[in-house]
């Protein structure tokens, strides 16, 4: 099984609609984050969390919340969501410390708005 | 801010082909770089890293050395194979409280046989 798991791995919905995707991880990291990846633009951090009363914007949070449920777990929600918000979403973590900025990642969430 | 940028793509190469994918940096301080493959279907995975200047980091044949003076950390493979093919992502990750990482926009590599 994998150490960080995303949920859904695929979703289309439409215009409007509220979405939530959802990251589990295994590995006793403090830390996640989700990053957003568009073709050409790379990966670009929407938000990110160093334990669960500390949640912290990246550069593109307009139009995203998350939730850090607990240590292991760290949700993404769209409360209506619009077509430009279709991309591939990534959740990734890392330990606090004994760690040079190595990221591990899950498999990917993709969403369709239409 | 820090940025990072790469070779723009689509990169095909015939199977035992040398490989360089460029990579240069922008940042304050010291950040640790890294190269990140993403296989089709799969997540990010780290294929190497350096942490300062004149580190090489090495993984799978790949290279790539940390130049502070260039502000690069180029990617480099003597002879690729057809199971090469990926989109590889050059990171950074500066200093500060935030420790997130910065990725360039990515080059999707394709090896022919």
């Known amino acids: 099984d994998a150490d960080v798991t995303q949920t859904p791995r695929n979703r289309i919905t439409k215009t409007g609609k509220r979405i939530m995707l959802e990251c589990s991880q295994t590995?006793?990291?403090?830390?996640m984050y989700w990053y957003r990846q568009d073709p050409g633009l790379g990966l670009r951090l929407i938000y990110y969390?160093?334990?669960?009363?500390?949640?912290n914007k990246g550069e593109i949070s307009d139009g995203y919340s998350v939730s850090r449920q607990a240590q292991a777990k760290f949700s993404l929600s769209l409360e209506s969501a619009i077509p430009n918000q279709t991309a591939l979403y990534f959740c990734?973590?890392?330990?606090?410390?004994?760690?040079?900025?190595?990221?591990?990642f899950g498999e990917g969430s993709r969403l369709t708005v239409l | 801010g820090d940025s990072v940028t790469q070779m723009e793509g689509p990169v095909t190469l015939s199977e035992e082909a040398f490989l360089t994918i460029n990579c240069t940096y922008t940042?304050?301080?010291?950040?640790?770089l890294f190269w990140y493959v993403q296989y089709p279907g799969e997540g990010l995975q780290l294929l190497l890293k350096?942490?300062?200047?004149?580190d090489k980091g090495s993984n799978k044949g790949f290279e790539a050395t940390y130049r502070k003076e260039t502000t690069s950390f180029h990617l480099e493979k003597g002879s690729v194979q057809v199971s090469d093919s990926a989109v590889y992502f050059c990171a950074l990750s500066g200093g500060g409280g935030a420790q997130k990482l910065v990725f360039g926009q990515g080059t999707r590599l394709t090896i022919n046989p």
């Open positions: 940042a304050t301080g010291y950040p640790s």
């Open positions: 990734a973590t890392r330990p606090r410390q004994g760690n040079t900025g190595e990221l591990f």
């Open positions: 590995k006793g990291h403090d830390r």
């Open positions: 969390s160093f334990d669960v009363k500390d949640i």
């Open positions: 350096a942490t300062k200047a004149d």
